[in-house]
């Protein structure tokens, strides 16, 4: 995270700039978000905040980075590349890539460097992000035709179709080497109700 606005590479500016649309757009003033950044155990002021958007600060560290997304309440990645927003973004010195390519490749969807994929940390994400999918479609309940049993059943069936996409998921992550990621307790409760054994979960192999 560490750049300069003038002088030096450019990514905190990019940042800087982004912030302060961010902060705009959610009518949050100067001195509201140095305090909700200091609730985040950052101890910033209005001056630390002026310095930044106003490109006198050089640098911005990683828990400061991270603080800024908990506060304007975005993903991390949209603080460094955002599609709505014109222009390159400055990924190292001498390349600057447009904000899809770059949001892609932040999110483990693409590579820029031109070299072969890292396919263990591409599938890492995949998996994890099929799970997280599937953890979301069981919240929802669908409207079926039929009879209240037929909408049941059919209910049970479409649930039963996300579990075990989740548990197949689940188990590639193990093939990988990770520790899955621990599915709420909507996810757990559906799953005792259907007798899907999901890897990782409170014992479950």
Do not use: C, Y
């Not at 001195?31 to 002026?50: D, K, S, V, Y």
């Not at 990683?62 to 709505?84: K, S, W, Y």
């Not at 010195?93 to 390519?101: H, I, K």
């Amino acid at each position: 995270m560490e750049s300069r606005r003038q002088g030096g590479a450019p990514v905190t500016a990019v940042i800087a700039e982004r912030v302060k649309a961010l902060r705009t757009d959610a009518r949050l003033s100067g001195p509201a978000l140095a305090a909700a950044m200091n609730e985040h155990g950052i101890p910033w002021n209005r001056t630390t905040l002026a310095k930044l958007e106003t490109g006198r600060r050089e640098t911005v560290t990683v828990p400061e980075f991270l603080a800024l997304a908990l506060v304007l309440d975005v993903p991390p990645v949209l603080l460094l590349a955002d599609p709505r927003r014109n222009g390159t973004v400055p990924v190292a010195e001498g390349l600057e890539l447009g904000p899809w390519e770059v949001l892609l490749w932040l999110v483990g969807e693409g590579t820029i460097t031109g070299s072969p994929r890292n396919t263990v940390a591409m599938d890492l994400i995949t998996e994890g992000r099929i799970a997280a999918e599937m953890a979301g479609n069981l919240r929802h309940r669908q409207r079926f035709m039929g009879t209240e049993e037929e909408a049941a059943r059919k209910q049970d069936e479409l649930h039963r179709s996300h579990l075990e996409t989740m548990r197949e998921a689940l188990l590639r992550i193990e093939e990988l080497g990770a520790t899955v990621p621990q599915m709420g307790p909507h996810v757990l409760q559906r799953a005792a109700e259907l007798d899907v054994k999901l890897p990782g979960q409170n014992g479950e192999g």
